[in-house]
């Protein structure tokens, strides 16, 4: 039963999206025009570090770089932002040398402080029964939200020999992602990119897995970001789970049909926070799914959300370009959607079991499962392809990742550093390892 606030958060959020939904014209933008945004959270790190200490250090560093830097929900998490830059014709330079420059200057700070920045998906340094958030209203509120309201009975235990307990909705603050903001040409191009992105994006974070260890455990989950969040936000009721309804996290129920089909989705879960006049901003910001749309100012942006943060900028600007290419070719070939719940079985298989599990393809003649490599290097041509044909490929970076299909993703480079699969490491030794895998930047 919604109390009268979340029925007015509701009524704000109708108003504004009815109001762009009548004015889709404001949201045409010219053809061909590739504009990106970049968003990265990394995590910075001292042993024996508080988690006051944490906050203070990362509060300086945002500080004194406002424009471009925030907060997020965990106090030695940092976020780094581009500006929307058009990368064909030879932007994609302009866009890596600002992020470059962004990442070296928060990086100077942190050796400055003692500290080490983290490129990893996961933290698996800072105790899961120690984790202090960021003191900001929401960060208070939408994790106390999901811990109030968990599903109960739910198993909130993962990996072996005893297991890590991810029942607290603030496990998230220990997740960092590389997030790619692509601008749509209209509310018609902004669902199918949104669509086949959902489905492609299993093969893309195959390349990337880059988050398996957690309170200095190995997980044996090859990505727990994703597996950590739906379990420590599921609210949903034994009637929701009965009648198909999925999270606000990871995947949605099916494809969206069109913009007010998006809307609707988005302002089916409950707001949390309080403020009716940015009501469809936070409907959006809370709407977890592993692509998104949101509305900023007069442009819809598809939001891609799956890939951790990974060890070096050149592989994470592989892995944008790989992601626009594969969404161009798709496009251009007007491609088959693969049947959702396939979809579903393929990022499951990927988060357990990354470069190493099956997928399925949707080919002339029908259904047909493969293993996830030979999958993931089809995928790579196809993306290259796409990316020809827009004038983006550049082989500096999009090569280094077919590298994967033989080396293995950071994930896997981690394991075979270890040597060994212990339920717990030394701090000490997966520290050293992590640095061996360029994890650590120091």
């Not at 940092?78 to 962004?102: F, K, M, Q």
Request: charged share 25%.
């Amino acid at each position: 039963m919604k109390n009268d606030r979340e029925k007015e958060m509701e009524r704000a959020f109708w108003h504004k999206a009815n109001s762009l939904l009548l004015d889709s014209e404001q949201f045409v933008k010219p053809g061909k025009i590739v504009r990106v945004g970049l968003e990265e959270e990394i995590a910075i790190y001292k042993k024996g570090l508080s988690p006051n200490d944490y906050e203070q250090i990362r509060d300086e560093i945002v500080a004194q770089n406002q424009e471009w830097t925030d907060v997020e929900l965990g106090t030695s998490q940092i976020e780094i932002r581009t500006l929307p830059t058009i990368i064909t014709n030879g932007g994609l330079c302009s866009l890596v040398d600002a992020y470059n420059e962004r990442l070296a200057i928060v990086t100077r700070f942190c050796r400055e402080k003692g500290c080490v920045v983290l490129r990893t998906g996961a933290n698996p340094f800072l105790p899961i029964d120690k984790i202090q958030r960021t003191n900001r209203e929401k960060y208070q509120l939408v994790p106390s939200h999901h811990d109030a309201n968990r599903r109960a009975g739910i198993n909130t235990i993962v990996g072996s020999n005893g297991g890590i307990d991810i029942g607290q909705a603030a496990i998230v603050s220990l997740f960092q992602s590389f997030q790619i903001n692509l601008e749509a040409e209209s509310f018609e191009d902004a669902i199918e990119k949104l669509n086949y992105s959902l489905m492609i994006g299993p093969q893309i974070l195959a390349l990337a897995t880059n988050s398996r260890f957690l309170n200095l455990q190995d997980t044996g989950i090859s990505d727990i970001r994703m597996p950590a969040w739906e379990i420590s936000h599921d609210v949903r009721t034994l009637e929701e789970i009965n009648s198909g309804q999925e999270l606000r996290v990871g995947l949605p129920e099916r494809y969206f049909i069109d913009m007010k089909d998006y809307f609707n989705r988005t302002a089916r879960f409950p707001f949390i926070l309080y403020d009716p006049e940015h009501a469809l901003e936070i409907g959006i910001g809370l709407h977890w799914t592993d692509t998104r749309i949101k509305v900023i100012g007069n442009s819809l942006v598809v939001e891609f959300r799956l890939i951790p943060t990974q060890p070096h900028l050149s592989e994470e600007i592989g892995l944008m370009l790989l992601w626009i290419g594969r969404i161009v070719y798709a496009q251009k070939a007007k491609e088959a959607l693969l049947p959702f719940n396939y979809v579903r079985e393929n990022r499951t298989s990927v988060i357990n079991h990354g470069l190493s599990g099956k997928a399925w393809r949707l080919t002339s003649q029908g259904l047909r499962q493969y293993s996830t490599k030979v999958m993931v290097a089809d995928e790579l041509e196809l993306a290259i392809a796409g990316l020809k044909e827009i004038g983006l490929y550049h082989a500096e970076f999009v090569e280094s990742l077919m590298e994967r299909l033989h080396k293995g993703t950071p994930s896997d480079l981690v394991c075979q550093g270890l040597g060994r699969s212990d339920s717990k490491f030394s701090e000490e030794s997966l520290f050293n390892t992590f640095c061996r895998c360029g994890m650590i930047v120091e």
